[in-house]
């Protein structure tokens, strides 16, 4: 059986959360590949608003199995507090969430070095999440880091120990005014990791081999978006995994010829948390309606995220590295109201006419080349079918799908399961 992938075109956010539920009841696995707790996913069903971090966003149904892969990394503090958000739902997580042995852990101490890393580049910081994963994938690749099967073994601590004592010399390398209590947050870790190891801890490669080989169904769940990626993404204004589709096949040990379906989620507008070049973003009051009525501040640390109009250049970059197959489009009852819809088709850099990403997207040597489209006043927030969705829509949506050659297979006209029209 196959493995279909999820995952966002831009630069997060694009609502990934909400569709992984809605598509949840197709698969008996959910499994998230990459990135952390620097990730917040928002469901709502039943007027109830909830946020994941690290745990799938198939852990709501009842049938689902959640895997967190070896590619995720695992803040067992974070975890913890997000397991206790669960125990209002009457969740069984002990038989619905396991964890990747291969999985690396985030110590109290990779928060520590995020924070005096960006506060030693001043201005030229990437406005981190500032939840330890890039110093955490920085030990993983170093072959330094803790993974969650060596919890099990009985000197972990002493590896732990020597890990944080060499990452205190390191923050203070950087001589920065970082305030810290390291015992009482060693104290909160220590607790927190015997709640992490309470759960069931797995080799998810081969848990997700022997699934294939009986039938199961099993989504990929990626995390932030393709243009945060690592290698192929705005460097260094990214963060530190591979969100795009080959980092499935890494995280999760899924071979690339397994992979069938690739599923992309953008928002009708464009969206970014954190520092980088952003070539469409607005800075007038167009961007602040989008910020306002897309209530567009960040799921994780509440920054308000920065607005623009979608821009093809980038979108088709990332159908591009991802193989995507179907697009699904979020947010588009937020662009109801303006007059004029704009979509960024190509960029005039350095005097030309360009149709792909620079290697260097300086904002001085580039402006977006917009195609206009009429605007709709219809509210979508109450639509439920295609048939209703206003004219003007309809053409926005199908100019993206021939520029793209990819079909928009699901609208979202809001945040509730209940507001996905189907196409
Ligand atoms: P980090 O991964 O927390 O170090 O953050 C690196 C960059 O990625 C920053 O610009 C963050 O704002 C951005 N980022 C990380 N995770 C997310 C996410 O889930 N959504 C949107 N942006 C994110």
């Not at 699934?211 to 260094?236: C, H, M, N, R, V």
């Not at 010829?257 to 690739?262: D, F, L, Q, R, T």
């Amino acid at each position: 059986m196959a493995v279909d992938l999820l995952l966002g075109l831009q630069w997060g956010d694009e609502g990934k959360g909400k569709i992984v539920d809605v598509l949840t009841k197709n698969y008996d696995i959910i499994a998230r590949f990459q990135g952390g707790p620097n990730a917040g996913h928002t469901l709502e069903f039943d007027g109830i608003k909830h946020v994941l971090r690290t745990i799938p966003s198939g852990i709501f149904h009842d049938k689902s199995i959640n895997v967190i892969g070896n590619g995720v990394v695992i803040d067992p503090v974070v975890f913890a507090k997000e397991l206790e958000g669960l125990d209002q739902f009457d969740i069984d997580y002990k038989k619905k969430l396991i964890i990747s042995r291969k999985a690396h852990v985030i110590l109290p101490t990779h928060r520590l070095l995020d924070a005096a890393s960006e506060a030693s580049k001043g201005k030229a910081k990437i406005g981190s999440t500032l939840k330890g994963i890039g110093p955490t994938y920085m030990d993983k690749t170093g072959r330094n880091g803790i993974r969650v099967g060596d919890l099990e073994l009985s000197d972990w601590k002493d590896k732990y120990r020597a890990l944080a004592d060499k990452h205190e010399a390191m923050i203070a390398f950087y001589d920065v005014d970082i305030q810290y209590d390291l015992k009482e947050l060693e104290e909160e870790f220590f607790k927190s990791v015997e709640v992490l190891k309470t759960l069931q801890f797995i080799d998810s490669e081969e848990y997700l081999y022997k699934a294939q080989q009986e039938g199961k169904t099993i989504l990929a769940e990626g995390a932030q978006g393709s243009l945060l990626d690592i290698d192929f993404g705005t460097y260094p204004f990214v963060t530190s995994s591979n969100t795009t589709a080959a980092g499935a096949c890494t995280g999760l040990g899924v071979a690339p010829n397994k992979i069938k379906e690739v599923f992309g989620i953008f928002k009708a507008y464009t969206t970014r948390v954190g520092s980088g070049p952003f070539p469409t973003e607005l800075f007038d009051e167009v961007g602040a309606e989008m910020a306002k009525v897309g209530h567009e501040f960040g799921a994780v640390t509440g920054r308000p995220r920065r607005c623009g109009w979608l821009d093809l250049v980038a979108l088709k970059y990332a159908c591009q590295v991802n193989g995507v197959t179907q697009l699904m489009m979020m947010k588009g009852d937020v662009l109801s109201g303006f007059d004029t819809i704009k979509v960024c088709t190509a960029y005039k850099y350095k005097g030309e006419e360009i149709t792909h990403l620079p290697y260097n997207i300086e904002p001085e040597n580039l402006t977006p080349v917009y195609t206009e489209y009429k605007g709709w006043t219809e509210d979508l927030t109450k639509m439920t079918t295609k048939e209703e969705l206003p004219q003007n829509l309809l053409e926005y949506i199908d100019f993206i799908e021939k520029e793209t050659g990819i079909p928009i297979k699901i609208v979202s006209v809001g945040p509730d399961r209940k507001q996905t029209i189907l196409r």
